[in-house]
């Protein structure tokens, strides 16, 4: 009897793990998440490093227009101009990248600002003429589902080298001897 429990015990066990193991790797897919319902302190704070990428393409006319909208509606453009061309603070439409242009980056600055982003290692890459350090803004973004499509209106607006419109395209292929 007492084999037979514990045998129990250690099924029982197994499968509440093998069970967690599987609730925990749908919640890491990235498909999994719901942007609409966190916000994007949250999504900075529960996905590692170099794992945020915008759900929505710059060729989405919908979501671009979305994106315009959220972006004068945030306030934006009272720094960046109403396009994203600059004002007192960088254009978002070049190629000159502060800290890095990819999505990943982008999302942290704007979530944490440039401070933050600092205190957690991040660089300065480029130099724009900036009057101050970029605000977090993480905070007062409603959803990252917000952020991301403020993301693609700014994409659709690049007028820098394509090859930099994600940040610093990677180095070129070593020569063969």
Known sequence: MRGRLLVGGLVASFAVVMTLGAISRVHADAGAVDYTKITPVDLVNQTPKGKL??????????????????????GC?????????????????NDVWVYGGDDDTIFRLV???????????????????????????????????????????VRSKYDGDP???FGD???PPEPSN
């Open 111 to 153: 979530t944490l600002g440039s401070d933050q982003l600092q205190a957690k290692g991040y660089m300065r890459k480029g130099r724009e003429n900036v009057v101050g350090p970029m605000p977090a803004f993480g905070a007062i973004i409603k959803s990252s589902d917000d952020l991301w499509k403020i993301f693609a209106f």
């Open 53 to 74: 990428s915008n759900p929505y393409k710059d060729t989405q006319a919908d979501i671009v227009e979305q994106g315009h909208k959220l972006f004068l509606s945030y």
């Open 163 to 165: 090859a930099y419109k």
């Open 169 to 171: 395209p990677p180095p």
């Open 77 to 93: 453009n009272g720094c960046h101009g109403g396009g994203g061309g600059g004002g007192m603070c960088p254009a978002l439409i």
